[in-house]
């Protein structure tokens, strides 16, 4: 009863809506979690939310290189501050990962989507680095509209406080990197593309927010893949 389930992912997690009042409480996504299996294999009361921010590329069988960037943030799926959460944050941080809890996972979560469906579903269509879609205007204008109705989506379910254009802006670091979803593209593993792109768009037409560029952008993905 007292384990600790810290699901490592990107995108809408199946664990999103368990636990939340109102309209939306215990909603299942069926495109992340499309006949409740994994809902029903891990208890809620289990889970700590986490968010990963990492930079890693294969460069081949068994050789990895990795940006050194190791930042885990935390949360209760319910929200608020618990002692499990700093026990778990703190215990992370004493084998160097920098680990951090926030009273808001669901916050942090569509942080980090936003920057994954900016960039991650049309750098498989374009096979292009992410500089590279930050920086040919064309592109760059497919990529706001894709994060701006995302920002429209989470507003909807009652995560504000995004400012899109900060999320736009890249890091030198970054501008050479393959995202994860173009690496696996072209290493003929599975796509992402459910919790990142599809679970947004679900949610979209639940909440009555328009998502036609992602939609598009998704499919494209899709039909390349198959």
Request: proline share 6%; charged share 20%.
């Amino acid at each position: 009863p007292e384990t600790i389930v810290i699901p490592m992912l990107n995108g809408v997690p199946w664990w999103y809506f368990q636990g939340v009042k109102g309209p939306w409480s215990d909603r299942r996504i069926k495109a992340v979690d499309p006949d409740g299996a994994i809902a029903a294999a891990i208890p809620a009361r289990s889970i700590l939310g986490c968010v990963v921010y990492t930079g890693a590329s294969r460069e081949a069988p068994h050789r990895i290189r990795w940006n050194g960037v190791a930042r885990l943030v935390l949360g209760e799926p319910a929200g608020g501050m618990s002692e499990r959460l700093r026990g778990t944050a703190e215990f992370l941080r004493s084998v160097r990962l920098d680990a951090e809890a926030t009273p808001d996972i669901r916050q942090a979560v569509w942080h980090k989507i936003l920057g994954n469906v900016a960039h991650n579903p049309l750098s498989v269509v374009t096979g292009a680095t992410m500089g590279h879609l930050a920086a040919a205007p064309h592109l760059n204008a497919i990529r706001r509209t894709m994060m701006e109705e995302t920002v429209a989506v989470a507003d909807a379910l009652g995560i504000g406080r995004f400012d899109v254009e900060e999320r736009l802006k890249l890091s030198p670091a970054l501008e050479d990197f393959r995202t994860s979803m173009l690496q696996d593209f072209e290493e003929g593993r599975p796509l992402e593309l459910g919790a990142i792109v599809d679970a947004v768009v679900e949610l979209g037409t639940a909440a009555g927010v328009d998502t036609p560029v992602l939609a598009t952008i998704g499919a494209l993905v899709l039909e390349r893949w198959l």
